[in-house]
């Protein structure tokens, strides 16, 4: 919400199904996956959120929100967890291990930098994040991050996957696809506004002229 302030746009915070019906496209913010998956359950917000992304309305998922809009998650304690889906990639949901292993990494931008202007890199908050391991053909890769030889991986989260699945040590970060736009990192947190920036320019692109409100779910 105080991003997008910065922006000079005012957000509406969406906590039941009917609210949906008066945005025009929504933010789902990071948090705990399973715990918003929870809340969206008992608040009957699925199907809801589900028809929104059908209808083609934008929105973008953060971190947690991220991991909502996959169609698939894989990962620690994933099991049962329900998901909004519509982003065609496979989710690792604690790619980059738990709490203490959250950082900072200067990501390169090419698509953000050529659209927003501004330096070619964002500086990525990661907190608990998670990172896209796999994308369909409708997808575009915004950002990836190439693990540094020196980043230790919790052997319980990425470090697995990798082994499994990786023989280029690279993953990947942000991406869109449609109206979708996911992100494994926090551009909140920082300063620096040109990701919500990008997010309203899709938004208004959509809208055309429909007044396109901006909406947060969740989160915590
Ligand atoms: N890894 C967390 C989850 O599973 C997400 C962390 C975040 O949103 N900062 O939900």
């Given at each position: 919400m105080a991003a997008l302030r910065r922006l000079g746009v005012k957000g509406v915070e969406i906590r039941?199904?009917?609210?949906?019906?008066?945005?025009a496209s929504l933010i789902i913010p990071g948090g705990e996956s399973t715990t918003m998956a929870k809340l969206a359950e008992y608040h009957n917000l699925f199907p809801a959120l589900r028809e929104f992304v059908k209808m083609g309305k934008p929105v973008w998922g953060t971190c947690a929100g991220l991991i909502f809009l996959a169609n698939k998650a894989t990962g620690q304690k994933t099991g049962g967890q329900e998901l909004v889906g519509g982003l065609d990639c496979t989710v690792h949901r604690n790619f980059f291990g738990s709490q203490v292993q959250s950082f900072e990494a200067e990501l390169p931008v090419p698509d953000l930098a050529s659209k927003e202007g501004g330096p070619e890199t964002f500086r990525g908050v990661f907190i608990r994040a998670p990172a896209i391991l796999e994308v369909g053909p409708e997808v575009q890769v915004l950002a990836d991050y190439p693990i540094p030889s020196n980043k230790v991986l919790d052997s319980n989260f990425g470090a697995d996957a990798l082994e499994e699945k990786w023989s280029e040590k690279k993953v990947i970060v942000a991406v869109k696809q449609g109206n979708l736009l996911g992100t494994a990192?926090?551009?909140?947190?920082?300063?620096?506004t040109r990701w919500h920036s990008y997010f309203l320019k899709m938004a208004s692109d959509v809208a055309q002229g429909a007044s396109s409100s901006i909406v947060a779910v969740g989160g915590g």
């Amino acid at each position: 919400m105080a991003a997008l302030r910065r922006l000079g746009v005012k957000g509406v915070e969406i906590r039941k199904p009917e609210q949906l019906d008066s945005v025009a496209s929504l933010i789902i913010p990071g948090g705990e996956s399973t715990t918003m998956a929870k809340l969206a359950e008992y608040h009957n917000l699925f199907p809801a959120l589900r028809e929104f992304v059908k209808m083609g309305k934008p929105v973008w998922g953060t971190c947690a929100g991220l991991i909502f809009l996959a169609n698939k998650a894989t990962g620690q304690k994933t099991g049962g967890q329900e998901l909004v889906g519509g982003l065609d990639c496979t989710v690792h949901r604690n790619f980059f291990g738990s709490q203490v292993q959250s950082f900072e990494a200067e990501l390169p931008v090419p698509d953000l930098a050529s659209k927003e202007g501004g330096p070619e890199t964002f500086r990525g908050v990661f907190i608990r994040a998670p990172a896209i391991l796999e994308v369909g053909p409708e997808v575009q890769v915004l950002a990836d991050y190439p693990i540094p030889s020196n980043k230790v991986l919790d052997s319980n989260f990425g470090a697995d996957a990798l082994e499994e699945k990786w023989s280029e040590k690279k993953v990947i970060v942000a991406v869109k696809q449609g109206n979708l736009l996911g992100t494994a990192f926090h551009p909140e947190l920082t300063a620096d506004t040109r990701w919500h920036s990008y997010f309203l320019k899709m938004a208004s692109d959509v809208a055309q002229g429909a007044s396109s409100s901006i909406v947060a779910v969740g989160g915590g």
